[in-house]
């Protein structure tokens, strides 16, 4: 079985640049999760969909950063414009969704770096 | 204070060596995860548990749902098993995972 997919696996950009994850979870999985993981710390939950509906956003600095997962399967993660801060280790993380809680599938992460 | 609270937050052993790693959590919980995550950034799911203890290979999880308190045991600790180790809870709240911050474990020959 394949596992969770991202690209790119690193990025380097300048302060104020635009960029975009993209991640494919495991076929038939219903919950995508995106996450920020800044060194040294836990993940932190950005957003959380079900199918192609928001769960859970609370989290997501929606002033510049944005997600969708139009049809229900890939994700796209957008920062626009990036911050120095921003600099960390985005992963996407899929899961069943049938029951809660669940196990959670993680992909390779994505390694941003922002001068 | 962090609602996750793992402890050591840095563990070095000696291969062979018996090997806890602690967590505290101060939220109600339906779960607790236990993950490892490698050089790289790749997490692993080792276990998920509400109740008692689970056991994979050399990997021992407990829980304890009063005390709001896992550990982590690892027996016949090997330098393969130099890694990241995070806890995590998902809370009766909803299906967010809430993530401590994570105990590096470094398993020297």
């Known amino acids: 079985e394949a596992g969770v997919a991202q690209s790119p696996r690193y990025k380097i950009i300048e302060k104020r640049q635009s960029v975009a994850f993209w991640c494919n979870p495991i076929s038939g999985h219903a919950t995508l999760y995106w996450y920020q993981q800044i060194l040294g710390q836990g993940p932190k939950l950005l957003i959380q969909f079900q199918n192609n509906g928001v769960v859970d956003d609370s989290q997501l600095p929606k002033d510049r950063f944005s997600a969708e997962r139009l049809k229900g399967v890939d994700s796209t993660l957008k920062i626009q414009p990036a911050k120095l801060e921003d600099s960390a280790v985005y992963l996407c993380a899929s899961s069943l969704g049938h029951h809660s809680p669940d196990t959670q599938y993680f992909g390779p992460g994505t390694r941003l770096t922002v001068l | 204070k962090n609602e996750v609270e793992q402890s050591p937050q840095n563990l070095t052993a000696q291969e062979g060596e018996f090997i806890t790693i602690n967590c505290s959590y101060s939220v109600g919980i339906s779960a607790l995860h236990w993950l490892q995550q490698h050089p790289g950034g790749g997490i692993v799911s080792l276990f998920m548990?509400?109740?008692g203890k689970k056991k994979h290979g050399r990997l021992i999880a407990t829980i304890n749902i009063q005390e709001k308190h896992s550990s982590l045991h690892i027996t016949a600790s090997h330098p393969r098993d130099s890694a990241v180790y995070i806890c995590a809870v998902s809370e009766t709240s909803g299906s967010r995972l809430t993530f401590g911050e994570g105990t590096q474990l470094t398993v020297n020959p």
């Open positions: 548990l509400s109740s």
